[in-house]
């Protein structure tokens, strides 16, 4: 086999593959056994027809494109090996001969990697910013542990105050008449929690046990539902329940009840000093970033369509599988949030770009560099993988050569490995 390769486009080639006339005829006489074992010629039994008869039986067209399904696959991978391109979508292909006893010929026009003009990415002097944690992020860690130990109470009179969780009976009307998904029972609403609109629950504090209260409203221009954006509504709502958390004071019979500390001191030192280590991870994760960014910003590369369309898809399945979690599904989410995924793939398309550029970027100075992931770098991740899943490294191994993971898991190491380089050469 042969391969010529024609640039026809900074990130487009085209592969004129010659396959050996040999192969294809042996190819073409197999799908005619296939054929033969399949189809009733008179006066044959199956798979002892000649192959003249099956072809004339079949269609010699019919034979030829079995034959090429077969082949066009593993003489492509073979072709793109050879030509040394790494093509990132599917080809356009042509047939440009095929005949019995001649070679054959066809061509696979494909979109390639592009080239990266890498610019400086070596002494780019980003700054790490200090890792401080202000006395009130302590308070207002203490004052969640405060209201997640504390002893709630379901009152037996009195009025809803800001923080009171009610549970209320509520329909909702607009020009008298009610609107689909305004209406609920026993449903639990934390006063001051901003979970309803603007002004609900601002009109339920003062309301007692057992007492009907009418809730006027204006639905945000922004909202959800276009049936109901920029409408003034008005909601029937009734009180059955009251409940109010009890908080215990900050003292060190608190840091008793809620840690294994024996003073409230001790406590704010632990909860200051996990904050800190906190703070520090998010500094350094944003140190390696904004070295990452600066030396994508100084490369220069001109990005298929095609790689942007496919980093959009991941998103889309990022999402959609984030979604999953929360129990709704992409129409459910395009209808909450008043979108389309025409709408939201266009609002993808600026990050996707911009992280297909990351990661060539990346591949480029690695390449630059010589950065690869020796077999020892490449055993010791893969036994640190097996001991997180409670597996035998050479299992996790197998499985993820049999699924095809395994050449992803060694380009994320690569990735790593250049950013730990970058890191390395900031200075």
Request: glycine share 8%; no cysteine; proline share 3%.
């Amino acid at each position: 086999m042969s391969v010529k390769v024609e640039k026809l486009d900074k990130n487009v080639v085209v592969l004129e593959v010659t396959v050996e006339g040999a192969k294809f005829a042996q190819e073409v006489n197999r799908v005619a056994k296939t054929f033969a074992n399949r189809v009733n010629i008179p006066g044959f039994r199956k798979g002892k027809a000649p192959r003249a008869l099956v072809e004339k039986h079949v269609g010699k067209e019919t034979l030829y494109n079995e034959a090429l399904d077969h082949l066009l696959g593993p003489t492509y991978a073979e072709a793109v090996k050879e030509s040394g391109i790494t093509p990132v979508d599917r080809p356009e292909v042509d047939v440009v001969q095929v005949e019995d006893g001649k070679e054959l010929i066809y061509k696979a026009k494909v979109t390639v990697t592009p080239d990266v003009e890498l610019g400086a990415y070596k002494g780019l002097q980003v700054e790490k910013e200090a890792a401080v944690v202000d006395e009130s992020a302590v308070e207002a860690e203490l004052k969640r542990r405060q209201d997640q130990y504390a002893k709630v109470t379901t009152l037996e009179n009195g009025q809803a105050e800001d923080g009171d969780t009610v549970t209320i009976d509520y329909e909702g009307f607009i020009g008298g008449e009610p609107f689909e998904g305004g209406k609920a029972e026993n449903h639990d609403l934390v006063l001051g929690s901003g979970t309803f609109i603007s002004g609900f629950e601002e009109q339920l504090a003062g309301a007692e046990i057992g007492q009907e209260v009418e809730v006027n409203v204006r639905f945000p221009e922004e909202y959800h539902s276009t049936e109901l954006a920029g409408k003034e509504a008005l909601f029937k709502v009734k009180v059955n329940k009251i409940k109010r958390k009890q908080v215990s004071p900050l003292d060190d019979e608190f840091a008793k009840d809620v840690s294994e500390f024996g003073t409230l001191d001790e406590l704010k030192a632990d909860i200051r000093r996990k904050l800190l280590e906190g703070e520090e991870r998010r500094v350094e994760t944003a140190y390696r970033n904004a070295i990452v960014a600066k030396a994508v910003e100084n490369a220069s590369v001109e990005i298929p369509d095609v790689m942007i369309q496919a980093q959009v898809d991941h998103m889309v399945e990022d999402l959609a599988h984030n979604l999953e979690y929360q129990g709704i599904n992409l129409e459910q989410y395009y209808q909450y949030s008043g979108s389309n995924e025409q709408e939201m793939r266009e609002r993808f398309r600026p990050q996707a770009a911009e992280n297909v550029k990351s990661e060539l970027t990346l591949e480029a100075i690695g390449k630059a560099e010589g950065i690869s992931i020796s077999d020892d770098e490449l055993n010791e991740k893969l036994v640190q993988l097996a001991e997180q899943y409670h597996q035998p490294v050479d299992a996790l191994k197998a499985n993820l050569e049999a699924n095809g993971g395994l050449e992803g898991f060694i380009a994320n190491l690569t990735m790593d490995k250049v950013v730990e380089f970058l890191v390395e050469n900031n200075a």
